[in-house]
């Protein structure tokens, strides 16, 4: 019991930190006092010298969410989130660089009956994992077409009543997507 205990507020403190610290951390992240993400014209690399890409200024949106209901407690949230599947090895295959990667690791193409036949069949909870780094620019902007079916998988999963898992939208694989600093030769000592 007392394992059991401990699993289930590990897990509570999980959710709790993605809600209040990552979450608004990264609405915070994507926006500047100027109404964009980045200052154009500005030297994008710092004065370092390096030919890096021009970083664009993305059009941002007022976000108003819902205020937040505490009257629950957290071991009842999560007791409340139910069975829960996994969309895995579909948006997070690294197989290829454009919209078939969904189905390059053998699994079929996600659809609105899927998630429509999960909730029928009892699952409560999915998460959806995502790999972006095969599906980003020079600058990192996201290819919009796999933007455009990220949002389209996760609406199916709205539309048939499923809630998402506090880990649900996952970056995977974040590493691949950070440059590798170039070699660095030893000086001689003459």
């Not at 690294?94 to 009892?122: H, N, R, V, Y």
Request: proline content about 6%; aromatic content about 8%.
């Amino acid at each position: 019991m007392a394992k059991h205990t401990f699993w289930a507020r590990l897990s509570v403190l999980f959710i709790a930190f993605s809600i209040f610290f990552v979450v608004p951390l990264g609405l915070v992240a994507c926006s500047t006092d100027s109404g964009s993400s980045a200052d154009s014209g500005a030297d994008t690399d710092g004065g370092a010298g390096t030919d890096l890409p021009a970083v664009p200024a993305y059009p941002e949106q007022q976000i108003n969410p819902e205020p937040a209901d505490f009257s629950t407690s957290a071991i009842d949230f999560v007791a409340g989130l139910g069975a829960g599947w996994n969309l895995g090895n579909t948006l997070d295959a690294t197989s290829a660089f454009d919209l078939t990667s969904e189905t390059s690791w053998g699994q079929p193409k996600t659809t609105a009956k899927m998630m429509t036949d999960l909730k029928a069949s009892g699952i409560t909870t999915v998460r959806i994992p995502v790999s972006w780094h095969n599906h980003v620019d020079a600058a990192f902007t996201v290819d919009s077409a796999w933007m455009a079916r990220v949002k389209e998988v996760v609406d199916y999963a709205l539309d048939a009543d499923l809630m998402l898992s506090s880990t649900s939208i996952t970056i995977t694989k974040p590493t691949s997507i950070i440059p590798t600093p170039p070699i660095r030769t030893a000086r001689s000592s003459t």
